[in-house]
């Protein structure tokens, strides 16, 4: 799927860059109670953020879709992990990804959060509305907008690049 995508490979001066956008959208709406970061990819800009506008009630949420031939980008969603109503309701709530694609996780935890009492409102560093399957929705702040497969410098590959490692001694 993504080997036909541009790929854009994003520096940590460009997360920063893009957080440094995200905040005065962020504030102009008021404060909120609560941030609830979408593992994995919302962790890293969640807790930017949360220091950032000093949101202290922060958690956290796991969605997945499971892959099927015929179900395709309708597979239904399964919560890994999500809070206990009492955690959102009455909250203003930041729900935080790294991106919004096709735009399902954003949608479904966004939904979750409102069917517990939240309002949320909806947060990624890049917006892709060519992929996005939500044509009269959009995240309610983003830093920027892109056509391409954005790469994060926490999905690089860490592996032992550099180390020289010598075969273990019997």
């Known amino acids: 799927m993504n080997g036909d995508l541009r790929k854009e490979l994003v520096s940590w001066e460009d997360v920063d ?4 956008t995200l905040i005065p959208q962020i504030r102009s709406v008021g404060a909120f109670d609560a941030m609830l970061m979408v593992t994995r990819g919302g962790l890293i800009p969640g807790g930017l953020l949360s220091e950032s506008l ?3 009630h922060v958690l956290t949420a796991a969605v997945d879709f499971p892959a099927t031939e015929t179900a395709g980008l309708m597979a239904w969603p399964r919560f890994l992990q999500f809070p206990g ?3 959102l309701n009455g909250r203003r709530t930041l729900i935080v990804d790294d991106v919004w694609g096709s735009g399902r996780t954003s949608a479904t935890v966004r939904g979750r959060a409102e069917s517990a009492g939240a309002t949320p409102w909806t947060c990624v560093l890049h917006y ?3 992929r996005s399957l939500f044509s009269h929705s959009e995240p309610d702040f983003y830093g920027a907008i892109t056509d391409a497969w954005v790469v994060y410098p926490w999905e690089l590959d860490r592996g032992l690049r550099g180390i020289g490692l010598a075969e ?3």
């Not at 860059?17 to 440094?20: E, F, G, S, W």
């Open 17 to 20: 860059r893009l957080i440094d």
């Open 54 to 56: 000093n949101i202290r």
């Open 85 to 87: 109503n009492n955690l």
């Open 128 to 130: 892709n509305p060519q």
């Open 168 to 170: 273990p001694e019997i």
